[in-house]
């Protein structure tokens, strides 16, 4: 007798399984079979055609068989959202972020202190980025509780796993008088509240995260009180660092440190913490963040508005950042990450080979910053899964069944096989570059599809 009982076997997926547990390759397993279960969790992967297999075929409650021209791949981990910002995606990226955050956003943001008005973009915000392939989202909400919680509860309620955070901002110069924090206190005791709020649905779905806006919205006596809460409940710290050079400038003006040596000193660098965009953080930047085990959202569309530089993903890889993708909605203007990977690899060869053609070609780019769609689809899984500490991002046991099945071949879709051409290779190149929602067949959260239909 053993003190531990395996949980029967939920649910049993046939097919291949195509993956980047790590950024230099993908890895392909044709033809296995990924056993989950009653709890979500995968327990084992064997060939289709072993007796293990057969077996817990023969045990399952639900077999998905997959056809030839289907492609089973972690769920795509966003780390940054703007929740709030869903309402304005697509639009207003014609000032830069200073103005654009009081112009467009704050008064945006300010809207939700009508919960019913959340909770309405929420139910049209979850299910869409979950057709998206979004299984786990990284969220900043707005700076009121009630739009907080119930963002975690349509979380809940449509099966997303999420890591919502109140945002936190009172600085009288970096944000407007109708939309802040009344004061340093009342913003970390709300900011607690909406940690026990998120705790209190006692969902594995959701967790609450720590979220000062950035540090030219918040006060010393915010930042403090906010570090003290991450040590005390232990909830994660979500943030923006040295996204662009006013932003990374204020902070340097304001303290005569950087802007990831300011957060560290208030305690916010730790385990799991998410630093937004870091596209102006240096190599003594980057060890900081390697010490604390803190890690950053690269978000590639966004920074090509706002950050006034490319982030030097693989400068950061080699340095062993942990590094995953953010949509950064409504900063980027698309949602879900498989075009965040697509520009990804596109900004990564810009920046390796410069853009002003006045330049001779020795010296116009950083040679040796491109990164591949191999890596980018690592970003976009395990590497997200990395920075969080979450058991996501790879299809292995152990891991929770958060997956998308994604479809080839639909009819008038560009996203095809072609016999005799295209190899696990290419079809992962295609899915990157050429898969929309609609040929996504499948969302799984947890062992619960969440999007689509089986046949
Ligand atoms: N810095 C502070 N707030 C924001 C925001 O909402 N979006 C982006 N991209 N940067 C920020
Ligand atoms: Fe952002």
Redesign the pocket.
Known sequence: MTDTVAAAPGIVVVGTVLQAPTPDALDVRRDVAVVVDTTGRITAIHPASSPEAAQAVAAAARVVRLGTDERLLPGLVDLHV?AP?WPQLGTGLDLP?ER??FEY?FPLEARYADAGFATSVWDHMVPALLAHGTTTAVY?VSIHEDATVALAEACVRHGQRGYVGRVAMDHPDGTPEWYRDVSAEAGVASSARSVDLVRSLRSPLVQPVITP??V??CTDDLLTGLGELAAATGALVQT?CS?SDW?HGEVLHRFGRRDADVLHGFGLLRPGTVL??GNHLDAGDFALLVATEAGVAH?PL?NSY?ANAVFPVARALADGVRIGLGS?VA??SQPGLLPQCQHAVTVSRMLDDGVDARIDATRRGVRGSRVDVAAALHLATAGGANVLGADVGVIAPGCWFDAIVVQLGRPGSPLRRWDDLDDEVRIAEKIVRLATPADIAQVWVAGHLVAGTTT
């Open positions: 703007h910002q972020l654009w955050l956003t900043f806006r950035f030219p919205a923006h996204e932003q937004a965009h978000c966004s706002f950064d900063g980027g």
